[in-house]
């Protein structure tokens, strides 16, 4: 169990990661396909970096955290197998990563970073007048479905993949 709640914690550090190499450093509006429709709409390209090598700093930055949320599957699964796993054992373990991960991103993204610390707006002053007078920053009918839904049904899928093989 404490395993899992390490790599839980990695997982959330590595998407922070990701978030801050995107937003503060590469600066490419493609990145940005999850903020709602209205923001996407007035956020303007940026053809210049924030600071020369900005983008190969975010770049690198985005490379590692996909290592480690690589890292945080393959050791989940490498440890699950060679624990003895049972499906629900490994089910348990992924809804429980990506519950940490929904509820930190619900919590510390969309309502400190966005809503209230301005994280985004700072890089993207553009966005300002979507958020305003919102007290949450994106659909929470859509980050509930995935809490409730498509992140258990793919720890149910995995789970299965990984006691079939």
Known sequence: MLL???LAIVFCASITLMLLSAVAFIQDKRFFSSAPREAQAVIRPRDRELFYGARVIGWTLMAFSF???L?????SVWDGLRSGYTFLSFFLRFVFIFTVYKVYD?????????MRFKFFQHYFPEVERVYEG??????????LLKLLVIFPAASALAAWICVSI
């Open 71 to 75: 890292g945080v599957g393959v050791i």
């Open 67 to 69: 290592l480690m949320i």
């Open 106 to 114: 619900m919590i510390c993204f969309d309502y400190f970073l966005l």
């Open 134 to 143: 919102r007290r949450y920053g994106y659909n929470i009918k859509s980050q």
């Open 4 to 6: 899992t709640v390490f």
